[in-house]
Protein backbone atom coordinates (compact mmCIF):
# COMPACT_ATOMS: atom_id res chain seq x y z
CA UNK A 1 0.00 0.00 0.00
CA UNK A 2 2.85 2.68 0.64
CA UNK A 3 4.33 2.49 -2.46
CA UNK A 4 0.66 2.52 -4.16
CA UNK A 5 -0.26 6.01 -1.65
CA UNK A 6 3.31 7.61 -2.41
CA UNK A 7 3.29 7.20 -6.13
CA UNK A 8 -0.51 8.42 -6.58
CA UNK A 9 -0.14 11.32 -3.82
CA UNK A 10 3.45 12.38 -5.64
CA UNK A 11 1.65 12.62 -8.85
CA UNK A 12 -1.51 14.16 -8.01
CA UNK A 13 0.30 16.59 -6.00
CA UNK A 14 2.24 17.95 -8.59
CA UNK A 15 -0.55 17.69 -10.50
CA UNK A 16 -2.59 20.13 -8.03
CA UNK A 17 0.30 22.88 -8.36
CA UNK A 18 0.17 23.30 -12.32
CA UNK A 19 -3.98 25.33 -11.48
CA UNK A 20 -2.00 27.71 -8.66
CA UNK A 21 1.39 27.67 -10.85
CA UNK A 22 -1.14 29.13 -13.66
CA UNK A 23 -3.26 31.31 -11.39
CA UNK A 24 -0.01 33.21 -9.87
CA UNK A 25 1.31 33.57 -13.44
CA UNK A 26 -1.93 35.48 -14.59
CA UNK A 27 -2.54 37.53 -11.33
CA UNK A 28 1.45 38.97 -12.39
CA UNK A 29 1.07 39.02 -15.95
CA UNK A 30 -2.93 40.29 -15.96
CA UNK A 31 -4.40 41.16 -12.18
CA UNK A 32 -7.50 41.96 -14.28
CA UNK A 33 -8.40 38.73 -15.97
CA UNK A 34 -11.87 36.91 -14.98
CA UNK A 35 -11.96 33.53 -13.32
CA UNK A 36 -13.75 31.03 -14.64
CA UNK A 37 -14.88 29.38 -11.46
CA UNK A 38 -16.80 26.34 -13.24
CA UNK A 39 -13.73 25.67 -15.15
CA UNK A 40 -11.58 25.90 -12.10
CA UNK A 41 -13.76 23.04 -10.27
CA UNK A 42 -13.61 21.06 -13.70
CA UNK A 43 -10.09 20.98 -13.24
CA UNK A 44 -10.35 19.87 -9.98
CA UNK A 45 -12.54 16.96 -10.30
CA UNK A 46 -10.55 15.86 -13.05
CA UNK A 47 -7.42 16.48 -11.15
CA UNK A 48 -8.79 14.62 -8.35
CA UNK A 49 -9.63 11.60 -9.76
CA UNK A 50 -6.38 10.13 -9.32
CA UNK A 51 -7.56 9.24 -5.93
CA UNK A 52 -10.46 6.94 -7.13
CA UNK A 53 -7.85 5.63 -9.52
CA UNK A 54 -4.95 5.39 -6.83
CA UNK A 55 -7.87 3.13 -4.90
CA UNK A 56 -8.92 1.05 -7.89
CA UNK A 57 -5.11 0.20 -8.88
CA UNK A 58 -4.19 -0.70 -4.75
CA UNK A 59 -7.29 -3.00 -4.96
CA UNK A 60 -6.55 -4.53 -8.18
CA UNK A 61 -3.10 -5.12 -7.95
CA UNK A 62 -2.59 -5.92 -4.51
CA UNK A 63 -5.49 -7.21 -3.00
CA UNK A 64 -6.86 -9.38 -5.34
CA UNK A 65 -9.92 -7.20 -6.93
CA UNK A 66 -11.41 -7.38 -3.00
CA UNK A 67 -11.25 -3.96 -0.60
CA UNK A 68 -12.67 -2.84 2.45
CA UNK A 69 -14.86 0.80 2.65
CA UNK A 70 -12.19 1.17 5.67
CA UNK A 71 -9.41 0.10 3.76
CA UNK A 72 -10.37 2.04 0.21
CA UNK A 73 -11.01 5.36 2.43
CA UNK A 74 -7.84 4.85 4.40
CA UNK A 75 -5.60 4.62 1.19
CA UNK A 76 -7.46 7.45 -0.51
CA UNK A 77 -7.14 9.70 2.55
CA UNK A 78 -3.72 8.75 2.58
CA UNK A 79 -3.35 9.26 -0.92
CA UNK A 80 -4.94 12.97 -0.15
CA UNK A 81 -2.21 13.88 2.55
CA UNK A 82 0.50 13.10 0.37
CA UNK A 83 -0.60 15.30 -1.84
CA UNK A 84 -1.43 18.18 0.11
CA UNK A 85 1.96 18.07 1.78
CA UNK A 86 3.43 18.10 -1.67
CA UNK A 87 1.46 21.27 -2.56
CA UNK A 88 2.06 22.51 1.07
CA UNK A 89 5.85 22.13 0.48
CA UNK A 90 5.93 23.27 -3.24
CA UNK A 91 3.36 26.55 -2.25
CA UNK A 92 5.71 27.46 0.51
CA UNK A 93 9.06 27.19 -1.70
CA UNK A 94 7.27 29.21 -4.55
CA UNK A 95 6.02 31.72 -1.93
CA UNK A 96 8.66 32.91 0.45
CA UNK A 97 11.18 32.11 -2.73
CA UNK A 98 9.23 33.85 -5.85
CA UNK A 99 6.36 35.69 -4.60
CA UNK A 100 6.95 36.98 -1.47
CA UNK A 101 4.19 39.76 -2.06
CA UNK A 102 1.37 37.51 -3.52
CA UNK A 103 -1.18 38.94 -1.21
CA UNK A 104 -0.55 42.62 -2.35
CA UNK A 105 -1.18 41.21 -5.68
CA UNK A 106 -4.00 39.00 -4.49
CA UNK A 107 -5.66 41.75 -2.94
CA UNK A 108 -5.19 44.44 -6.09
CA UNK A 109 -7.17 41.18 -7.99
CA UNK A 110 -10.01 40.67 -5.80
CA UNK A 111 -10.68 44.18 -5.20
CA UNK A 112 -11.13 44.61 -9.47
CA UNK A 113 -13.70 42.21 -9.18
CA UNK A 114 -15.71 44.05 -6.71
CA UNK A 115 -18.53 45.71 -8.13
CA UNK A 116 -19.83 48.33 -5.72
CA UNK A 117 -18.47 50.53 -2.78
CA UNK A 118 -19.44 48.26 0.02
CA UNK A 119 -18.29 45.25 -1.66
CA UNK A 120 -14.64 47.05 -1.73
CA UNK A 121 -15.07 47.92 1.90
CA UNK A 122 -16.03 44.48 2.90
CA UNK A 123 -13.12 42.43 0.87
CA UNK A 124 -10.69 45.30 2.20
CA UNK A 125 -11.12 44.69 5.39
CA UNK A 126 -11.29 40.61 4.76
CA UNK A 127 -7.78 40.98 2.42
CA UNK A 128 -6.24 43.23 4.93
CA UNK A 129 -6.52 40.44 7.82
CA UNK A 130 -5.50 37.76 5.37
CA UNK A 131 -2.81 39.68 4.71
CA UNK A 132 -2.16 39.71 8.29
CA UNK A 133 -2.39 36.34 8.59
CA UNK A 134 -0.32 35.26 6.10
CA UNK A 135 2.97 36.80 7.60
CA UNK A 136 2.43 33.94 9.78
CA UNK A 137 4.18 30.61 8.16
CA UNK A 138 1.87 28.32 10.39
CA UNK A 139 -1.08 29.82 9.39
CA UNK A 140 0.21 30.17 5.97
CA UNK A 141 0.53 25.93 6.00
CA UNK A 142 -2.85 25.70 7.34
CA UNK A 143 -4.85 27.50 5.03
CA UNK A 144 -3.17 25.98 2.21
CA UNK A 145 -3.65 22.34 3.75
CA UNK A 146 -7.82 23.75 3.96
CA UNK A 147 -7.29 24.40 -0.10
CA UNK A 148 -6.63 20.45 -0.60
CA UNK A 149 -7.65 18.21 2.15
CA UNK A 150 -11.80 18.82 2.15
CA UNK A 151 -11.67 17.98 -1.62
CA UNK A 152 -9.37 15.02 -1.37
CA UNK A 153 -11.50 13.41 1.18
CA UNK A 154 -14.72 13.62 -0.35
CA UNK A 155 -13.73 11.97 -3.18
CA UNK A 156 -11.73 9.49 -1.33
CA UNK A 157 -15.02 8.64 0.86
CA UNK A 158 -16.99 9.03 -2.75
CA UNK A 159 -14.19 6.32 -4.43
CA UNK A 160 -14.54 4.07 -1.30
CA UNK A 161 -18.07 3.87 -1.84
CA UNK A 162 -18.28 2.94 -5.56
CA UNK A 163 -14.89 0.98 -5.11
CA UNK A 164 -15.56 -1.36 -2.02
CA UNK A 165 -16.34 -4.97 -2.12
CA UNK A 166 -19.76 -6.05 -1.75
CA UNK A 167 -19.92 -9.32 -0.01
CA UNK A 168 -22.22 -11.62 -1.73
CA UNK A 169 -25.23 -13.18 0.59
CA UNK A 170 -25.65 -16.72 0.64
Not at 11 to 32: D, S
Not at 48 to 74: D, H, M, P, Q, T
Request: proline share 4%.
Amino acid sequence: MKKNVLIFGLVLGAVLCIPWLVMVNMLYTNPEFKSNDFLGYAILVVIYSLIFVGIRNYRNKELSGIISFGKAFKTGALITLVAATLYVIAWLFCYYLFVPDFMDVFTRHVLYQCTNEADIAAKTKEMENYAKMYEKPLFVILLTYTEVIPIGLVVSLISALLLKSIKPKV
